[in-house]
């Protein structure tokens, strides 16, 4: 019998220990991580009404929310947002649910972001807005909802490239990106910011043989 409850012990121990390493506070905070990327939502609910932490990290320095974020789970990641969790809280790769939400196209999330107080201004580990990755990645109603709530269209980051570069040097100039072209031009983006080489959106659209988004460019006076 005592063999038997020191085997408990040393378990239940263990499994606290397992959640000390990674930034929880407790067992509740890691089953609240297992819920929210799982697409749990009674649990996510069940586990703050008992004491779960709402911005316990992980390992990686991850909120349920922006785990939740990054495993796509919808559901769980509105109910943590209207729980209250920080949209703009980051990780240990400078993502937050908000920037992810916008670079992976998750449009219903970033929408929840925005109505919670996403900071247009936060950028990530390369130093781009969430802009910049939506618009690289060809999420054209993300582009579309990102300028509809301000977020600065011709930002630069690390790279030297605008939003307006990155539909641009990193997509195969298809009906998507040349759309997310538009929508930036429409917009205001300045459309002979050159990169950080001097190369202008037009010198890298006919470089490419983008003939679509050469004929948008033109049209909005680009040289």
Do not use: F
């Amino acid at each position: 019998m005592a063999a038997r409850h020191w085997v408990t012990t040393h378990a239940l121990a263990a499994m606290l220990a397992s959640c000390a390493a990674g930034a929880d506070t407790g067992p509740h905070d890691k089953l609240l991580h297992q819920a929210a990327t799982t697409g749990n939502v009674d649990d996510v609910r069940r586990l703050l009404g008992s004491g779960a932490h709402l911005e316990a990290r992980d390992a990686d320095g991850r909120t349920p929310l922006l785990a939740a974020v990054r495993e796509r789970q919808t559901a769980t990641a509105l109910a943590l947002i209207d729980a209250g969790a920080d949209v703009n809280a980051k990780d240990a790769i400078n993502d937050s649910a908000y920037l992810l939400a916008g670079a992976s196209g998750q449009l219903d999330i970033l929408r929840a972001t925005l109505q919670h107080g996403a900071d247009l201004r936060s950028t990530n580990r390369y130093g781009g807005t969430a802009l910049i990755p939506a618009a690289e990645r060809g999420h054209v109603e993300v582009v579309r909802t990102l300028i509809e709530a301000g977020v600065a269209v011709d930002h630069v980051n690390n790279l030297g490239w605008t939003a307006l570069l990155e539909a641009i040097i990193l997509s195969d100039g298809g009906a998507p990106h040349v759309a997310i072209v538009q929508l930036l031009i429409d917009a205001g983006a300045d459309v002979n910011l050159a990169d950080a080489d001097g190369v202008t959106p037009l010198q890298h659209a006919r470089q490419r043989g983008h003939n679509d988004t050469v004929r948008l460019l033109l049209a909005a006076n680009a040289r």
